[in-house]
């Protein structure tokens, strides 16, 4: 399994908590980690990706990603993972970027 991957059920419980309790204040935006970024494009049949919004057990936002495939279809299986490691603004951010407050 990759460091950056996440199992089915923390995936479900995570989307399942974002849209019965959605956070109060949103995060800004989202640090994707490259390395993770690049491994699931490099999966076989990933076109795409679809990223989930999530919330987990230390109610840290998340966006939880999968690979599409051609058809547009999520890739989760034993071949194709979920990958999280994303870290929310705040605290990851670059407070001198353009949209950070537009």
């Not at 950056?4 to 980690?33: C, M, Q, Y």
């Not at 057990?57 to 299986?77: H, P, R, W």
Request: charged share 25%.
């Amino acid at each position: 399994m990759s460091k950056f991957t996440i199992s089915l059920n923390e995936a479900k419980n995570w989307v399942k908590s974002w849209r019965t309790n959605p956070p109060k204040d949103l995060a800004k935006g989202h640090l994707i980690t490259g390395e993770a970024l690049t491994e699931l494009l490099a999966t076989e049949g990933v076109v795409d990706v679809r990223a989930y919004m999530g919330v987990d057990e230390s109610g840290t936002q998340k966006l939880i990603f999968v690979g599409v495939d051609s058809n547009g279809k999520d890739l989760i299986d034993d071949n194709h993972l979920i990958y999280d490691k994303t870290c929310p603004c705040p605290t990851f951010c670059d407070t001198t970027s353009p949209i950070f407050n537009p």
